[in-house]
């Protein structure tokens, strides 16, 4: 990659003029005037138009973007704050706090589970002015980055100007910002290699609801000064603090890299090659299994009818690379899968990072979504077929299909999309969507996987937090108490209570 490919600026889903009216404008909190004369005070960039308002308070969310098309924006804050340091991110914060006005944090939008939508109005703050490689210690492998960098960015320029990579390649890459993969535990397509974001932060600085900056790890590695701080902010959504630089652990620029392609009989049998190849030590930068249905409309004229089709890349030092191969080859042939032309690997790079199927669905007039979960290999099978039987079972639903996104030693993620012959932007697209999540979270829950891997809980799962995380849940009610004791940071999102009220949905 080299160089940038999107525009380092946010990027909605669909192009529309700004929305007539706001859906959740009933739950929306005033915003004095003085608070935005305040912010005029102490934060160089203060938008009021309807058009800036409109624009930033948008993301992803598949929902929203069908009431989008129907003339709806999900909500609009009062105000878009635009900080360029982090001095002015924390007197934003600390003017927020003490007129009580709720403060959503946004980064690239690119979010799909609602989680910077402003829902009680308020302060939009836009963090993409805070961007760009502030160090690198080189003999470290470290780098400092503003969170407001795009990942297509980061990427080129580590790799143009320090010969670095962070291996960090979400779907995403061009449409997302440093901060919010931090913020909502992103993984990249090559996360079996380099792992999660939470497997690349070594520290973090966070503006705390009053004001306060704080600094987390990152002084030295694997040390034992009391409990991780790190992980308190990542995951949290922007509701505990909000990041204003990430500390990095990034890797030389891969000598070698390796391709392969196979098709298995069944989707069981290639999630138990990924499962006997991680259980050998193998590491494959990528290693995505399709089912038939994702394997025909993925890779037409290149993979065989009923195939399901496994994708490996790698690279690194050549010695562990070609010894990770042939693990794969190993187990891909023990479980009667057949090598496939390298053309599906090409066609896959080649599209890896196209988002575009969205749009295309609303369009058409469908109701859509993926829903990525994660699991222990022992009862991912199982998960597998629950959450496809349930899903199929909804009224409406003409479409469920799955593959393997991301493997690790313990389990992987299944990443299932959804397609439903309901209208989009409507109340029946809305029961329908909601019918559908409902049900793969129970599945998902009942056979003891996790009811996100890698997009987040925001507003979208908001309601399947707390059943989750069982008594744990009260743990998280206290921090964000603690931290955040007026309840200004992201208020409605990941089911926590708010002082503003309950969410507007569901």
């Known amino acids: 990659m080299p160089e940038a490919i999107g525009g380092g600026t946010p990027t909605p889903a669909i192009t529309l003029p700004a929305a007539a009216r706001a859906r959740f404008a009933a739950a929306a909190v005033p915003v004095p005037d003085t608070l935005i004369d305040r912010l005029r005070a102490v934060c160089r960039v ?124 979400p779907q995403s890459m061009a449409l997302s910002t440093v901060g919010g993969w931090v913020a909502c535990r992103s993984a990249g397509q090559y996360s079996t290699r380099y792992g999660k974001i939470e497997d690349m932060v070594a520290g973090l600085d966070v503006a705390l609801a009053d004001g306060r900056v704080i600094r987390t790890g990152g002084a030295a590695p694997r040390s034992a000064t009391g409990p991780d701080l790190n992980h308190v902010f990542l995951g949290s959504e922007g509701t505990l603090g909000v990041i204003t630089s990430v500390r990095l652990r990034v890797h030389p620029m891969a000598a070698a890299e390796r391709r392969a392609a196979y098709g298995f009989p069944s ?35 290149l993979a065989p009818e009923g195939s399901n089709v496994l994708i490996v890349v790698d690279e690194g030092d050549p010695a562990i690379v070609d010894a990770v191969m042939a693990v794969v080859a190993d187990e891909a042939g023990t479980a009667g899968a057949n090598r496939l032309d390298d053309a599906l690997v090409e066609r896959w790079m080649a599209r890896r990072l196209d988002v575009g199927a969205l749009e295309k669905a609303l369009r058409a007039g469908l109701t859509v979504d993926t829903i990525e979960v994660a699991a222990r290999w022992s009862v991912l099978s199982h998960l597998h077929h629950e959450v496809m039987a349930g899903v199929g079972a909804v009224a409406g639903t003409v479409l469920a299909s799955v593959h393997q996104s991301h493997a690790y030693g313990d389990g992987a993620c299944l990443y299932f999309t959804f397609a439903g012959d309901v209208p989009p932007g409507t109340e029946a697209g809305e029961a329908y969507y909601r019918q559908v999540w ?43 108490a603690a931290l955040d004791p007026n309840g200004v940071l992201n208020p409605g999102k990941l089911g926590l209570p708010s002082p503003f009220g309950p969410p507007p949905w569901p």
């Open 46 to 169: 203060i938008d009021t138009s309807v058009e800036g308002r409109h624009d930033a308070g948008r993301d992803w969310w598949p929902l929203a973007t069908g009431w989008a098309l129907a003339g709806e924006a999900a909500a609009m804050a009062a105000v878009v704050a635009r900080p360029t340091t982090a001095g002015e991110v924390a007197a934003v914060l600390a003017a927020c706090d003490h007129a009580r006005i709720p403060v959503t944090p946004a980064g690239g939008g690119s979010g799909v589970s609602g989680g910077a939508i402003p829902i009680f109005g308020g302060v939009l703050l836009d963090m993409t002015g805070l961007a760009g490689i502030a160090a690198v210690d080189d003999e470290s492998l470290l780098v400092d980055v503003g969170p407001g960098t795009f990942g297509d960015v980061l990427e080129t320029d580590l790799r143009r100007d320090h010969g670095l990579t962070l291996g960090h390649w």
């Open 267 to 301: 989707f069981e049998a290639g999630l138990d090659a990924c499962r006997r190849t991680l259980r050998r030590g193998a590491t494959p930068a990528v290693i995505r299994l399709y089912d038939a249905l994702e394997s025909g409309s993925g890779f037409p004229g």
């Open 438 to 480: 409902d049900v793969a979270m129970a599945a998902t829950a009942a056979c003891g996987g996790a009811i996100s891997h890698h997009h987040g809980i925001g507003l979208n799962r908001g309601r399947h937090l707390a059943p989750a995380l069982g008594p744990a849940f009260d743990v998280l009610v206290a921090m964000k």
